[in-house]
């Protein structure tokens, strides 16, 4: 398979460095700007300590169509990744998004076809990135799936089998919107928690303060999914806790990673969205409030 990848954030840099191990060096492209990739080419890019080979390609080369696109940018960048892949997208290209948020595949469907994107989650992952530096314990793992409940189309069985000779963790899920939904939900309590108490995984590891607002943030998610019609429960909320405990306590989610980078982070994602949602059914949202306000003040403070 050729794969093309599109971001090169910790989750480009942590899947596109396993995937270079395993492939042919012509079979793995990383798509970016020609300035980005004299960048890349002069200060290197690293992966707990290795430098990745990878081989480069801007948005105006032709190319041959990969049988497999990801997309691992900032959803601030997704328009633009839009525009970039669009020599890498063929009559048989399979898509996988693994972007945060719940609105990543269809925007990417309206451009290329709904037929060409299975829904993706990553989850799992400790990684944090410094600079042209990845560090992580803990690699996780790419879920993904058919947009209709209780299918598993060709194109899943083959990324999924593409996947097992990469020897990639994955995980195939017949039901994608609740798997990220609740993948949502844990972004929305523990990347904005983090960002706001300035602390680490370990801070909401454990009880306290910072926990507690995260599991309410959560709740309020689950309140919410009633009322869209996926229907969270307590259940789910419990299994991503279990998810958030594998993690190093020393990482950090990408969202604290940007407070301390003094970059402007996904909070309209994550509350603005919740906040959308509850004026939408007239649910109550105020520790989501909270947060985004946090989050929105430390961010004004960035020159």
């Not at 910790?10 to 596109?16: K, V």
């Not at 633009?80 to 945060?100: R, Y």
Request: hydrophobic share 35%; glycine share 10%; aromatic share 8%.
């Amino acid at each position: 398979m050729k794969v093309s990848i599109i971001g090169l954030g910790a989750l480009g840099i942590l899947f596109g460095h396993h995937l270079s191990k395993k492939m042919p060096k012509g079979d793995l492209r990383v798509i970016a700007d020609k300035d980005r990739i004299k960048r890349y080419q002069e200060e290197g890019v690293f992966c707990n300590g290795e430098r990745c080979e990878f081989q480069y390609v801007s948005p105006e080369d032709h190319c041959e169509p990969a049988d497999l696109i990801l997309f691992a940018v900032k959803f601030n960048g997704l328009h633009d990744a839009i525009q970039t892949v669009k020599h890498h997208v063929g009559e048989h290209t399979v898509i996988l998004s693994a972007l945060n948020g719940i609105s990543s595949e269809a925007i990417i469907g309206e451009a290329f076809g709904m037929d060409k994107v299975l829904y993706c989650v990553a989850q799992g992952m400790d990684a944090v990135k410094v600079g042209n530096q990845l560090t992580f314990d803990h690699m996780g793992m790419l879920c993904f799936g058919d947009r209709e409940p209780g299918v598993v189309s060709n194109k899943t069985k083959s990324v999924g089998e593409f996947f097992e000779k990469m020897e990639l963790p994955y995980e195939i899920d017949t039901n994608m919107q609740r798997r990220q939904w609740g993948k949502f939900m844990l972004n929305v309590g523990v990347n904005q928690t983090v960002a706001v108490y300035q602390g680490n995984y370990g801070e909401i590891q454990k009880e306290g303060q910072a926990r507690d607002t995260m599991i309410a943030a959560m709740r309020e998610v689950i309140q919410l999914s009633e009322k869209e019609g996926v229907h969270l429960t307590e259940e789910d909320l419990n299994y991503w806790l279990d998810v958030l405990s594998t993690l190093g306590p020393t990482g950090k989610p990408s969202m604290a990673q940007d407070m301390e980078a003094r970059r402007m982070s996904e909070v309209d994602l994550f509350s603005g969205t919740v906040l959308e949602l509850g004026q939408k059914h007239g649910v109550s949202t105020p520790v989501n409030k909270e947060l985004y306000e946090k989050i929105k003040t430390l961010e004004s403070q960035f020159s």
